[in-house]
């Protein structure tokens, strides 16, 4: 099947600097990349969507000063958490879709990227 | 979007089925029903989708009742590995997936 590979595993950083997560897709072109957040014992909550070329669209409370997203390639997206704070600690995990025919529509889910502001 | 709701929890013993109930009673004609599971600390992962019909695959089959209200994940023989949070999500028109709550199901030796 498809497969997608975020970078790093995990972060830990200081309060103020700026973190970027990868999101590639191994093995297919990837049209549209999403970003997602999930607090501890909670759902996913998608971020933004992001169509290569073109600029993301976020969901209704997410700032996208602070989550900057990039989507420059059909198999890479990135997301950098600008002036990180201990509140943007969290699980980032993308998705990407557009692997064609049947599974065109399905997303497929990178590992995560656990990340720790002190 | 269809928005969906699933029990919070259930347990099932090893080697019997786990029946999953997801209500999607918004649910409008062209959205599909997905299935991903979650397992600690790791991505979602697919198991199977549909429209109308039934489905089957390795991993799961999937029942939508015929007005498409409701659906049922089916894991035929459950394992100790198949512990995991379970979503059942509407694909809405822009290809986007709103998680809901999920289910936690936990398979008892």
């Known amino acids: 099947g498809a497969v997608v590979s975020q970078h790093p595993s995990r972060v830990i950083c200081k309060s103020g600097t700026s973190v970027k997560i990868e999101c590639r897709s191994l093995?297919?072109?990837?049209?549209?990349m999403f970003w997602y957040r999930q607090f501890p014992k909670k759902s996913l909550m998608l971020m933004a969507t992001?169509?290569?070329?073109?600029?993301?669209?976020?969901e209704q409370g997410v700032e996208k000063d602070k989550f900057l997203i990039n989507h420059a390639s059909l198999t890479l997206s990135t997301l950098t958490v600008t002036s990180a704070h201990p509140e943007d600690s969290s699980f980032y995990i993308c998705?990407?879709?557009?692997?064609?025919?049947?599974?065109?529509?399905?997303?497929?889910f990178g590992p995560g990227t656990r990340l720790t502001v002190l | 979007d269809a928005k969906t709701t699933q029990p919070t929890s259930m347990d099932c013993a090893e080697g019997r089925a786990a029946n999953l109930p997801c209500n999607h009673s918004?649910?409008?004609?062209?959205?599909?029903v997905y299935w991903y599971r979650q397992i600690h600390s790791q991505g979602p992962q697919y198991i199977i989708h549909?429209?109308?019909n039934n489905e089957t695959n390795e991993m799961a089959s999937l029942i939508i009742t015929e007005d498409r209200k409701s659906s049922t994940l089916i894991l035929p023989h459950a394992t100790l590995r198949d512990t995991a949070v379970y979503y059942c999500?509407?694909?809405?028109?822009?290809?986007?997936?709103?998680f809901g709550t999920g289910t936690s199901l936990t398979v008892i030796p």
């Open positions: 999500i509407a694909l809405n028109t822009g290809n986007q997936f709103y």
């Open positions: 992001s169509n290569e070329g073109s600029k993301a669209t976020y």
């Open positions: 093995d297919f072109q990837a049209t549209t």
């Open positions: 918004t649910i409008s004609g062209n959205e599909y």
């Open positions: 998705s990407a879709s557009g692997a064609g025919g049947k599974l065109n529509n399905e997303q497929f």
């Open positions: 549909g429209l109308k």
